[in-house]
Every structure is written in C-alpha cells, then in structure tokens.
C-alpha cells in the first residue's frame, strides 16, 4: 500500500528535509555571530546572480551529477559505494593517461577516448569491493572506504614518481593543447552570447546525457529491471532468476565508470594536468546529491544544481564574510542527516498525517 | 638501523597507536551493541577540536579533556537518535557526522581564534606532560631493557596509558560482566534480549555513549597530547585506520590492541622513512601508507582468516508487534 501520495514522496520530503537544513545552518550562521539571510542572500547572489556564478554553479554540478548518479545507481541495488572519491581519482588517473599518450589533433577526438579511459578506470576500482561483496560477502561500504584510500596513496605515489613531470609539484605534464574541451564561453561565442571566463565546458552536456542514459538503463531496458528488483528483495529477484552477483557486479561497475566520468570535467576539463587532489570531496557529496535527488536521475541533476550552487556561493560567502567555506559542508552534512539517517523523523508524522486526511472523505462516501 | 632507531620506532608506535586503539576500542562497544559507526573519524575531530580549544581558553587540559568528551558524546547522541530512534541508515549517519565534525571545527574554530581553522599553540598546563613510570631509575642499569623501558615505555601522558588499560577493561566489561553480556546480545541477536525483558534501545544507546566517550579521549590524545593543538581535518583519516583496525581484529579487545600496534607501527616507519630499503626492494611510503588499508580488505575478502561482524550490525530493531 502507498501511504504517501507520489508528489508529498518525491517533492515535499526532500523540500522539508532542505528546509530542516538550512534552518540548523541558519541557526550556526547566527551563533558565528552573522545575519543569515544575508548570508543566504550573499549565497544566492553569487551562485544565480551572474553569468560568472552560473559558470562555476553548473561546473561543479557537473562534477556532483557524475558522482550523485554514481551513488543513485548502486542504491538502486541497494549498495551503498562510498567509494565514489576513490573511483573518480582512478578516473582521473585514466582521464589523464589518455590525454598525456597521444598529441590530440582536436578535442573532440580526445573526448570520447578520455571518457572511456575515466569511465574504466573508475569501473576497475569498483570492480574489486564488488566481487567481494558479490562472492565472500565482504560489506561493501568498508571495502570501498578502504580503496578510496589505497585510491590516494596510489595517486601519490604515481605523482612522486612514475608520472611526476619536471619540477617541484607532484603532477604531470599539462595536457596538449588538442586535449583542451571548449567551455561555455567558447561555445557561446559561437551562437553571440557573451558569457564569463568559468571552467564550465562541454563536460556538462556529457553529464546530461548520462542523466538520460541512467534513467534509459534503469526504467526501460531488462537490465535496470533487474537492478531495481534485486534492490527493492533480494529473495524476490533471485526466485525470478536473476543472479545477485551479476546484478552486484553490473551494478558497481556501472557506478564505478559514473564516478570515474567525473575525472573528464575536472580534470580534463579544468585542471588540464592531473594533480593530487583533483576530486576535492566531490565523491562524497554525491551521497547528499543522491539521497536528495531520491536516487532518479532527474532528482539527481537538480540536487547537483542545488549543490553546486552552495559549493560556488560558499565561495562567495567565504570572499565577502568571515564565514568560511566549509559553511557548506555543514549545510551538506545536515542534508545527509535529515534526508538520509532522519528520513524517519518526517516521514512517519506525515505518512500518519495523510492517513487521517485520506481516511475521512473515504468515511464520508461509505455513510452516503 | 641502530638500537636507537628501534627504540625510537618503539616509542613513536605507542604514541601513534594511542589514539587508533581509543578510537578502535570506541568502535568495538558500538558495534558489538549492533550499532555500526563509520563517523569515528568525525566524532574524534570533533573532540580534538573542543578540547584544544577549550583547554586554549582555560589553560587546563582537564577541562579540555572534559569539553571534548562532551562534544564526541553530543555527536554519538546523534548518531543513536538517528539509528537507534528514527531506525535510520546507519552507515549514511556515520557519513553525515563525519562531515558535520569536518565544517564545524573549522567554522567554530575560524569564529573563535581567527587564526586561519587552527586553534593557539598549546603550552604548559593546557597540554598533557609526559609522567615516568615507576622503576626507570633501578632499570636504567640494565642493558637494551632499561634504555627501552625508561624511552618507549615510559614518558607518555596519561592518556596513552589509560588507552593500554582500557583494552584489559573492555575486555572484563564485555566478557565478564551481565552488561557485557547483553551488549552482545543485542548486537548478535536483539530479538532475544528483548524476549528477556531488556531494553534494546537502551542497552545501544549506552554502547553508542561508551563510543563517544571513548573518542572523545582519542581526540583529545591527538590534540593535547600528541600534537600541541587543533589543526583543521588533523585526524587524517585516523577514524578510519581504527575501523580497519576493529575489522582486523575481528571485533575482540586483545586483537584491537595488536592491530592498532602494528598500524600504529606502519605510521611510525612510514613517517621516518621516505622509502623503505629492505635489501632486495625498495618500499615506497605511499604504499606502507596503504597497507593498512590493503591488509583490512584481505582479511574481509576472507581468504585469511575470516572476519565475521556481529549478525545484527547495521539494522536497526524493529519490536514485533
């Protein structure tokens, strides 16, 4: 039985769990002794407020579709990778093999090859914690967190040694110059509209498109069936049969190759070498963009919008307060306690609430 | 390598091991009670925080100490109203507050001193000062054994030996004593213990407060005593080693300890050796780094030496109605 009508499950949850947030960050905001609306006003107007803050709101979006769809494909089998940090460094690691092998002629010949090299690199990492999970039951959340370490010290050790390019920082040669993906300012330039200098580039189309392709995978193809089924009863799925290992298999490796996608915007997008900490966190934010997002690729791409819009108004807010920007990692930790740990907390006053609102009219028809 | 060399290896393990055995130990009492707590990390950055700042403001460590195992204790609240009470996700909990500990400290910490997310260097009473066991002066005769004892053994604070003595007394509280007993029992089989007129909920909710408590020192060990204050994200990933410590422990306070020695140990030769020559190859850092890492995931793959968590860890108990 649905206990709570479709809209209140996918709108009003999420919205009140936002505003739970916000309000607790509010309430931080003013013992650091600071206004918060205009904080908030602060925040707003340097993520929305100009063609500069769009830029860099949608590149870090860019950055949390990848990683949030990473996270909302797993949990669609019901594993939970938090390993996506990890997974986009190898990406990274990819991204940028493919990018120093070859004197790219034009990037779009580069592109596809990089996001194949980010997309299996990323995959290859995850491919470990899910065979373990899949044949020795070994929990897949402690696996994961572990690589995503091995995953930093394996870039560290690669930047100190093997790929370290002449000089004192530990990264490699600057990628050619074929390798270099248009931004939105080239792109715009093109069709007359003007647009600031931002790492935003044609990453974010890509991003789109896995949106679309994620949503194609998992609700309209045998394969996303499968996944879905294998998430909502393990019993169910496997008497249907459909084998849990290929599920947990196929399953992480697609979220793998989603994380390690991350790398083309970042990497090869902005940073245009590859140094050690290229993924900045953004694995992890992936979590609050899926939980938000509830897991669909549609509610992922506007948690990754929200997101990016408070990682690039934090930013502001760092620049014209004394607020630091890990402001926004407060606010990022309250959404992942209240959409995800404290779902409950909201959820049963309100499924108990629509219950009483639905019973009465169902009475009233009965006495007629 | 000299006798010096090892003796001063020696001396930098136990220092290093400290705070991953608190924090081991701390994990250990949540997830035998069934609790699972990947925010060990957030809960011992939050308390280094409090008690480094605290113990700035005041001058004395104890009240540092004290503020610290406050906070790590607010934060297990947490995490038990969320796991235990609302029945939420665990593991997305323990994410949640570690990011909480990670933004807080440095907001709190920029708010309060302006010093850039650190807090003032720590000096005099606001830190722990090393105490001389006893017996240093009669052993110093002896030869290996007294320069040892007098180097790596004695001359700690008083945390590091309250952390070796918690492993003896996790293991009597667990194992020895009715509360104990029934800690893991709701973390193998909760169902059982409520049949027997237990609260389920209370028995985990201490677990998780013996937790904070536990980390609480951990963090505070890492900013009073081993290092002389709050240093944005100082833990470093600490949290995490302890967790794979427990795991290659296979959730027992004697193991808990070797564990913690030898990762405490991999720290310490990975500090004071950029690579490691061992004659035949030569070992780079980042990789002594990862072993910890490596060695947990071998172990949960099972091909050595299985590590079986306790069966009810990660779900929450839902009472029959």
């Known amino acids: 039985m649905q206990k709570l009508p479709r809209w209140a499950d996918i709108v009003l949850i999420p919205a009140i769990n936002l505003v739970l947030a916000l309000l607790v960050s509010g309430v931080v905001v003013t013992f650091i002794g600071q206004d918060p609306l205009d904080a908030l006003a602060i925040m707003v107007n340097g993520a929305v407020g100009s063609t500069y803050g769009w830029g860099y709101t949608l590149y870090y979006a860019t950055n949390f579709v990848f990683t949030g769809l990473a996270v909302a494909v797993a949990f669609h089998a019901k594993l939970f990778n938090i390993g996506g940090e990890g997974q986009a460094q190898l990406g990274s690691l990819g991204v940028a093999l493919v990018c120093l092998a070859l004197p790219w002629p034009h990037w779009a010949l580069a592109l596809p090859v990089a996001v194949a090299g980010g997309a299996l690199f990323g995959a290859a990492w995850a491919a470990v914690p899910a065979y373990l999970q899949a044949k020795r039951g070994s929990h897949i959340v402690i696996t994961t967190i572990m690589f995503n370490f091995i995953a930093s010290a394996l870039l560290v050790y690669l930047l100190v040694d093997t790929l370290k390019a002449p000089g004192m920082a530990p990264e490699t040669a600057r990628f050619p110059e074929g390798a270099r993906l248009p931004t939105a300012r080239d792109l715009l330039a093109l069709v007359g509209v003007p647009f600031s200098r931002t790492p935003l580039n044609v990453s974010f189309l890509v991003a789109l498109l896995s949106c679309w392709l994620v949503w194609l995978m998992l609700w309209r193809t045998r394969l996303g069936y499968e996944i879905r089924a294998f998430g909502q009863s393990e019993p169910a799925a496997r008497y249907a049969g459909i084998s849990p290992v290929r599920i947990t298999m196929i399953a992480m490796l697609i979220s793998g190759a989603l994380a390690g996608l991350m790398a083309v915007n970042a990497v090869m997008g902005e940073q245009e070498r590859l140094i050690q900490d290229n993924v900045l966190g953004a694995g992890f934010v992936g979590i609050a963009v899926a939980l938000m997002g509830r897991s669909h690729p549609v509610g992922v791409l506007l948690a990754a919008i929200l997101f990016g819009a408070l990682y690039q108004g934090g930013a502001e807010l760092e620049f014209e307060t004394s607020v630091p920007r890990e402001m926004v990692v407060v606010i990022q930790a309250l959404v992942i306690l209240f959409t995800g740990a404290l779902d409950g907390m909201i959820r049963s006053p309100l499924e108990r609430a629509f219950l009483r609102y639905n019973r009465k009219p169902v009475a009233h028809a009965a006495a007629e | ?321």
């Open chain 2, 1 to 321: 390598m000299t006798f010096l060399d090892v003796i001063q290896i020696f001396d930098s393990t136990i220092r290093l091991a400290t705070p991953l055995l608190l924090a081991c130990l701390a994990g250990l009492f949540s997830e035998r009670s069934g609790v699972f707590d990947i925010g060990l990390e957030g809960k011992m950055l939050v308390s280094a925080f409090f008690s480094a700042a605290v113990a700035a403001v005041t001058g004395s460590v104890w009240i540092g100490l004290a503020a610290g195992i406050a906070a790590s204790m607010a934060f297990s609240l947490i995490h038990g109203i969320a796991s235990i009470t609302f029945r939420g996700d665990q593991l997305i909990s323990g994410v949640a507050i570690n990011f909480l500990a990670a933004g807080m400290t440095v907001l709190i910490a920029q708010d309060w001193f302006q010093q850039g997310s650190r807090t003032p260097a720590l000096t005099g009473a606001a830190r722990f000062s090393p105490i001389d066991l006893p017996g240093v002066e009669a052993l110093s005769g002896v030869p290996l054994l007294g320069p040892l004892y007098a180097q790596a053994l004695s001359g700690h604070t008083i945390l590091v030996y309250v952390g070796l003595l918690m492993v003896p007394a996790t293991w009597y509280i667990l194992f020895r004593t009715r509360f104990g007993l029934r800690l893991r029992a709701v973390g193998e089989n909760p169902g059982a213990v409520d049949t027997a007129g237990i609260s389920v909920a209370r028995l985990r909710f201490s677990a998780v407060l013996i937790c904070g408590f536990l980390c609480g020192l951990a963090g505070s060990y890492l900013a009073t005593g081993l290092a002389a204050g709050f240093t944005q994200d100082m833990t470093a990933g600490r949290g995490f080693i302890a967790l794979a410590a427990l795991i290659f422990a296979k959730w027992r306070p004697w193991y808990a300890l070797g564990s913690c020695l030898l990762f405490g140990f991999l720290q310490a030769v990975s500090n004071r050796y950029s690579t490691l020559d061992l004659g035949i190859v030569e070992i780079p850092n980042a990789f002594v780094l990862a072993l910890p890492y490596i060695l947990t995931v071998v172990i949960l793959a099972g091909f050595v030496g299985r590590a079986v968590p306790p069966r009810a860890g990660g779900e929450p108990y839902v009472k029959e109605r």
